[in-house]
């Protein structure tokens, strides 16, 4: 299903939680809404649910308004970060509960109930758990539970908040990629909010970036990491220097027309200040070594410069030493590794 966000505003007491926002999601699409804490994420969330009003704006399922259908009626599969399973309940008991409270008119017979929650259970590959109770899971699993109670519903759209948010790295990245295969397979528009910007990249085909809640930016993941409009999503999206455009001075090159240019760490070549300068269209920037941290592939230097700290990775070859804090060193980036930004 297509879903189609238009102009959508709301507003807790004094606080503008959403102002105007508007997406378009083809359908199909994986959409990853990235944004600090209170930047808007699951209120939007809850208003394409219907679990809230918005004070200005529509929601369109398939071109048709759905701001006013009651929240049983649009059909969407919400996952939550806290799984939100009945505890009393087995596994099955669980999936099936989303079929069971259905309007009466689209309630399924008891035998369909029985073979549409072993289908969902085998897609979700927990066949063999069904008759256990949420705590007797792994924190993985109970969310493969709450996504299956997601989807047994046949949901037009899937909605997750954070859903993998509680649990370790290794399980969260082999959920992810799992998530995102299943949600390919089914076809089925989604939108995933999160705050962690990698997992956001790995998996979705675009990205949404919200801060107090106005839309800055949308895009695919890699037109966002190498076009970011301005210095937040620069800097949400992986690390960036940011500088002000005048502290360059003349060596601001031509291309640049923002007010501020941004460059991304791994972008910086460090040499010792006496070196000459790389070959080509290159900044310049020079200062002392401040601080080093060992990040296993790389080592990211903090450099002191007047017009502000520069962060460059450089990458770790074992039985080479390190640059020493306190060292003169110069930092050449190529220009087209500048990016200008609006702010
Ligand atoms: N029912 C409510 N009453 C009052 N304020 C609310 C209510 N729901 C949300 N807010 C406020 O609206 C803002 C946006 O909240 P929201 O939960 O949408 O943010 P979020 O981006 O999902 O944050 P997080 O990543 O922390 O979950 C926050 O400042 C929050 O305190």
New binding site residues.
């Given amino acids: 299903m297509t879903l189609h966000i238009d102009s959508v505003s709301?507003r807790?007491?004094q606080?503008q939680?959403?102002d105007s926002v508007s997406i378009n999601i083809p359908k199909g699409e994986l959409v990853a809404?990235l944004?600090?804490?209170?930047?808007?994420?699951?209120?939007?969330?809850?208003i394409i649910a219907g679990l809230?009003t918005p004070d200005q704006g529509r929601v369109l399922f398939d071109g048709e308004d759905a701001t006013d259908v009651a929240p049983r009626y649009r059909q969407i599969g919400f996952v939550f970060?806290h799984y939100a399973l009945f505890p009393h309940l087995s596994v099955f008991e669980n999936v099936a509960f989303g079929l069971r409270v259905m309007a009466r008119e689209a309630r399924p017979s008891e035998e369909q109930i029985r073979e549409r929650v072993s289908e969902i259970l085998k897609l979700v590959r927990l066949t063999n758990l069904g008759e256990r109770f949420p705590a007797q899971l792994s924190g993985g699993q109970r969310q493969r539970v709450a996504l299956a109670r997601a989807l047994v519903i046949r949901p037009r759209v899937l909605l997750l908040?954070?859903p993998f948010g509680a649990l370790d790295v290794t399980v969260r990245t082999e959920l992810r990629r799992w998530l995102r295969e299943l949600q390919q397979e089914l076809g089925l528009t989604t939108i995933f909010?999160t705050?962690d910007q990698e997992e956001a990249s790995a998996i979705c085909d675009r990205i949404a970036i919200?801060n107090e809640?106005k839309l800055l930016q949308t895009g695919s993941p890699v037109d966002l990491f190498t076009m970011p409009a301005t210095s937040f999503v620069a800097g949400f999206l992986g690390s960036a220097n940011i500088l002000a455009r005048e502290s360059l001075g003349a060596g601001a090159p031509v291309g640049i027309s923002g007010a501020k240019v941004a460059f991304r760490p791994a972008d910086g070549k460090l040499s010792t200040s006496a070196a000459a300068p790389a070959p080509g269209g290159h900044l310049r920037l020079s200062g002392t070594i401040q601080h080093r941290e060992f990040l296993g592939s790389i080592v990211r230097y903090a450099i002191a410069r007047t017009g502000g700290e520069v962060q460059i990775d450089a990458p770790f070859k074992a039985g080479e030493a390190f640059i020493a804090p306190g060292t003169e060193v110069a930092v050449d980036i190529p220009h087209d590794a500048l990016i200008s930004l609006n702010s």
Avoid: I, M, N
């Avoid at 944004?35 to 809850?46: H, I, N, V, Y």
């Fill in positions: 709301k807790f007491g606080y939680a959403l809404l944004g600090p804490s209170g930047s808007g994420k699951t209120t939007l969330l809850r809230e970060q908040d954070e909010v705050h919200l809640g």
